[in-house]
């Protein structure tokens, strides 16, 4: 039984004070969700986020982080300093880290293993830009980027690790994959999982959709057989829009 997982990430948005009011004002309406529900704050808040989260169910993330324990390495945080705060998971690999970042797949990899190494668990993104997809090259890229990504990741590891299927077309955009677009792509994924390792562990990697997911269209996207979750970004701000996510 794969658990559901709703995270949000919030990009580069809210101060200490705005992410303290954001958890105390969804901590009573989460009580009652059977899915995971992570909040992936701006490194500046994720201590307060943590601690404002003490004792309920909700679990921190962060939006990156540098692959090594420590070092000349500025304006960088490693995941060390990740998992000193308490944080559980930190996304790698976003398609803004890819497009404006440049951060090549090899890069992403090293993340994913060192968030590994140290006790976090990596959301792993992948998707295809809207060139991609319209010249018919989805599964191809996708594949690239699953492949690349869990390079050298022991099978034991893997339940750890969380997929994220993110068109980049669909983020930010208001356009939303059609739910059983993004299913295909996904249980694409999962079959890729079961090629580079086996059924057993393919059946239980939670592989999550993102892009533009609402609480009008997340009963729909989650009904698919092969979705997992959400990686929510502009829905994810609200309290009140977060909890009917949550609750879908
Ligand atoms: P969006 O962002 O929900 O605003 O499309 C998703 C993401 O970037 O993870």
Redesign the pocket.
Known sequence: MRIPIIAG?W?MFKTVDETVQFIEAIKEGVASTDVEVVICAPYTALDAAVKAAKGTTIQIGAQNMYPEDSGAFTGEISPMMLKDLGVSYVIVG?S?RRQIFKESDSLINKKVLKALTTGLKPILCVGETLEERESGTTKDVVKVQTVAGLKDVGKDQLTQVVIAY?PVW???TGKTASSADANEVIAYIRELVSELYDDEISEEIRIQY????KPDNVEEIMAESDIDGA?????SLKPESYLELVNF
């Open positions: 990430n990009k976003h803004e993110e669909a983020i930010g993102g892009g533009s997911v990686l929510v970004g502009g829905a």
